[in-house]
């Protein structure tokens, strides 16, 4: 009997984990992108057990770990720079908070994606999908495989090819994310290794360490505030706001990028073999840091459910019917919290309900030892 092939478009964390974990239950992947070379974005990343789970599982954990910081504790600080809530992770919470550079990630899960034999299409725009089990490219080709996944991001081409329109919800301010060399003595009043939510009524700041030496800034702002969405940033205007942290607004390049917070939500991912993995099906605020560790346990569970399964159509319900409850769950509590502002006003946004995904055993994982 012939292998079984995927077609993938996007080489993003989904697109990764969905071409390594069916190469792993020996079917061939080959995965388009857009851009002319493989590499991530200058920004950082949460991954929690969940998503350490599916890291083990392809291959890459050793890797990320290695290069990965481990916070002890998730910290919220006022204007003043008083600490108005505080929550630690580890062992006796279930889940490490692991933090590192999304570049960083990206490369671990690069390398387990060679190891195992996942083929690269590198300046390969996918501008549509077939439900018969075809992905097209703006070359006018016509790739065909058992089964396509749309891997390709919040902006989908293979959605709307596939008849598939989501119902999107926009807050009214997003964030820059970017990264700064992070200094020996950055924070004298608390413990430079937490990561660390600074507000004032209008701005945020998300101080988060993902190494001995870089810094990732989340800085948040309405998107109705000129200066607070600025690129390159307004170094004297985030100061002024955060005098505490003027040093490290200091170390700020010109660099960065501006992107607004919102939630698309699909009627169905999958229209007969192709399917939407990732935040071409489910995007959502970052609020949880759930983002890349749905996608992956999403990636992960498709090949699981579908690789060997006789009928590619039917598995493909049943894969849906399976997962998207708690990604649901987890895109209704970001879009909760990100509507809230939760934890600007003290007391705990780690709730047992916000745990829930951080806690879960994902599909694929359910005989690896903890």
Known sequence: MPKRHVEIAGAGFAGLTTAIAFRQRGWTARVHEVSPELRDFGAGIFIWENGLRVLRALGA??????????????EGRNERDERISYESFGPHRGTRMLTMTRQHLYSAMLRAAERVGVEFVTSSEVVGARPE??????????????????????????????GLEPSRIKF???????????????????????????WTPD??????????????????????????????????????????????????????????????????????RAVL?????????????????????????????????????????????????????????????AATRAGSEGGSKWTPEAMRTALHIPTG?????D
């Open 61 to 74: 954990y050793d890797d990320v770990v290695a290069g990965a910081h481990e916070a002890p504790g998730y």
């Open 133 to 162: 089990g075809e992905l097209i490219t703006a070359d006018g080709r016509s790739w065909r495989a058992d089964l396509v996944v749309g891997a390709d991001g919040v902006r989908s081409k293979v959605r709307p090819s596939l």
């Open 203 to 272: 701005l945020r700041i998300l101080y988060v360490p993902c190494n001995r030496h870089e810094l990732y800034l989340a800085m948040a702002a309405r998107q109705t505030d000129p200066l607070g969405i600025a690129v390159p940033v307004n170094k004297e205007y985030w100061a002024k706001a955060f005098p505490h942290l003027a040093h490290i607004v200091e170390r700020i390049g010109d660099i960065g990028r501006y992107d607004t917070y919102e939630t698309s939500r699909l009627e169905r991912w999958s229209v007969g």
């Open 277 to 337: 993995v990732g935040d071409s099906a489910n995007a959502m605020p970052p609020t949880l840091g759930q983002g890349a560790g749905c996608a992956m346990m999403n990636g992960l569970s498709l090949a699981a459910m579908v690789a060997h399964a006789p009928d590619i159509v039917e598995a493909l319900r049943a894969w849906e019917a399976q997962e998207r409850p708690l990604t649901d769950h987890t895109q209704d509590l970001s879009s909760r919290y």
């Open 172 to 198: 009214g301010f997003g964030i820059i994310r970017l990264l700064v060399p992070r200094g020996e003595r950055d924070l004298t009043t608390t413990d430079p290794d937490n990561v660390i939510n600074f």
């Open 365 to 369: 994982t359910e005989e690896m030892a």
